[in-house]
């Protein structure tokens, strides 16, 4: 049987993906500068007789073909960059770069991705089919290293029927999964905000424009967005991050330049809600005599898992980890750059486990202290090579 045959090798090379795993972790880049870990990558592909191409600059594609008769072809995807964080653990495979961490598991990603390659291609005499292993750049920065892998045809030549991904989740516990089928995750939009005023003494407003109180009606003006515009059915996430006001105690700035984004999981109404949050801002800026640049910068489309395809992988995994080990998701409003995928062809994006609260494991992704329990790449890599034959037809 096949799927004892993957266990089985996922357990021999368990070690091996661990290695891979910390040293990418000890040597991260950030979006698109991705030399070192896509030379890394190519290395592994090569040392296992993989052949592979470069793609959008630092992205590297595989293919790996099965001996058997099928014309059925499924994409897997692993992330490659880093964060701009300084790491606050003090494990030995701490990041050799300043200011530089993986606290969001690609290289966790990265490792499990190479550790199915080996799986598959070791096992390509028993099924059918081909496996394409998309190796991504840059998906924590817009425009998203998948939609220039898209832009250069990585969902071409040959075209994939499933696209799959998965993603490690800090609040899981090791050994399971989440997942959820239709929308899962939101779009993302970046706000730049400038309002600009009058300066001038902060014993003298009556002499000034003040943009910090205007910037501050805004503010709270275009939670309306949120509260009673949008659909109460539709998710929508609309925060501000970053206000600066640079003036003084007794100094009213000119300008005061804000930050933030607006998130939701329909593209109709996004759009729409982009033009009245525009509209919103200008308009109370001109009724108290400044004026406000509304910048959008346009970012991720809403994720969504074909639901056919997402129930096929939520029965694998069962069959697989055991059912007990399978979690329904909720929709969650962060953004992944695998959205672009999502709508362009049938797509699944599950969570990994890599929570242990007994090892103290459970920092959130994104932070100075984010780690995984290793234990989770002793099955990650085995589940995805499961998941990619018996996607191609075979048991």
Known sequence: ???????????????????????????????????????????RLSELGIPWNAMANTGVVAIIKGALPSDRVVALRADMDALPITEANTVDYISQHKGVMHACGHDAHTSSLLGTAAILHALSGKFGGTVKLIFQPGEEKLPGGA?????????????P???????????????????????????MDELMVTVKGRGGHGAQPHQNIDPV??????????????????????????????????????????????????????????????VQMKKMAEGIAESMGGSCEFIINRGYPFLINEEKL?????????????EENIIDLDIWMASEDFAYY?????????????????????????????DIDENALAFSTGLMAYIAVRQLGFA
């Open 342 to 370: 999502s709508q362009l062809a049938d797509s699944c994006f599950y969570f990994l486990g890599v929570g242990n609260a007994q090892k103290q494991i459970h920092s959130a992704l994104h932070t100075p202290t984010f």
């Open 161 to 187: 029927h499933a696209v799959i991904a998965q993603h490690v989740m800090p609040s899981i516990e090791c050994g399971k999964i989440g997942i959820r089928k239709g929308k899962l995750m939101a779009s």
């Open 213 to 274: 109180l205007i910037a501050s009606h805004i503010i709270i003006a275009l939670q309306q967005i949120v509260s009673r515009i949008a659909n109460p059915n539709n998710p929508t996430v609309l925060s501000f991050g970053k206000v600066v006001a640079d003036g003084a105690v007794n100094i009213i700035p000119g300008t005061v330049h804000m930050e933030g984004t607006f998130r939701t999981l329909n593209e109709q109404w996004r759009s729409a809600a982009h």
């Open 1 to 43: 049987m096949l799927k004892e045959a993957i266990a089985q090798l996922a357990k021999d090379m368990h070690q091996t993906v661990i290695s891979n795993r910390r040293y990418l972790h000890a040597h991260p880049e950030l979006s698109f500068h991705e030399y070192h870990t896509a030379a890394f990558v190519k290395a």
């Open 147 to 159: 939609s220039l892998m898209i832009r250069e045809g990585v969902l071409d030549n040959p075209k």
């Open 310 to 322: 997402t129930e096929e992988v939520r029965l694998f995994a069962g069959a697989y980890l055991g």
